[in-house]
T-cell receptor, first 115, second 114 residues
């Protein structure tokens, strides 16, 4: 178990630029989740995949955000035309199985700063 | 819809004293409840989970939590605080139809004084 890996750890970008983050889940985990966490707040759900299928998207996920998990392994989260309000920690998590009590295993996150 | 409320955004305790972090949930169905801990610049680590078995749940690092349906609470405790317990703690709820999607509370930051 090498854990959930996220890259990059930090990203600083100028407003209006596009950014892409990558998440590598624990290898046998079939579910993958993206969360956003702003300073002093709990993580907020963005979207999740079961294998390669994106099963749910939060209303927080505007049309500037897109997530993919093309082969049911790693996932990418792209933000187009970044805004200062997108500055946050983006957390990826994975879990095994389809039971709703399976614990989520989180990566260390990607901290995005939009200047 | 499910929700979680954590009472107290900051808690300060002396080393060796009791740690008590409060969590109340709202759910229309029997919930699954979790406590996670987050150290600075890191992701979240599972402390413990409640999934309708025993109401008193023991977790890692000496933490435990008790599910009380009548009070819709899932408070986290540790009898004796250690300096290494300084972190932020999040309560979260999931449910049978939630796709294992967790809804988190706002978190409680714990400061441990020597």
């Amino acid at each position: 178990d090498t854990g959930v890996s996220q890259n990059p750890r930090h990203k600083i970008t100028k407003r209006g630029q596009n950014v892409t983050f990558r998440c590598d889940p624990i290898s046998e985990h079939n579910r993958l989740y993206w969360y956003r966490q702003t300073l002093g707040q709990g993580p907020e759900f963005l979207t999740y995949f079961q294998n390669e299928a994106q099963l749910e998207k939060s209303r927080l996920l505007s049309d500037r955000f897109s997530a993919e998990r093309p082969k049911g392994s790693f996932s990418t989260l792209e933000i187009q035309r970044t805004e200062q309000g997108d500055s946050a920690m983006y957390l990826c998590a994975s879990s095994l199985g389809t039971a709703n009590n399976s614990p989520l295993h989180f990566g260390n996150g990607t901290r995005l700063t939009v200047t | 819809a499910q929700s979680v409320t954590q009472l107290g955004s900051h808690v300060s305790v002396s080393e060796g004293a009791l740690v008590l972090l409060r969590c109340n949930y709202s759910s229309s169905v029997p919930p699954y409840l979790f406590w996670y801990v987050q150290y600075p610049n890191q992701g979240l680590q599972l402390l413990l989970k409640y999934t309708s078995a025993a109401t008193l749940v023991k977790g890692i690092n000496g933490f435990e939590a008790e599910f009380k349906k009548s009070e819709t609470s899932f408070h986290l405790t540790k009898p004796s605080a250690h300096m290494s317990d300084a972190a932020e703690y999040f309560c979260a709820v999931s449910g049978p139809a939630a796709g294992n999607k967790l809804t988190f509370g706002g978190g409680t930051r714990v400061l441990v004084k020597p």
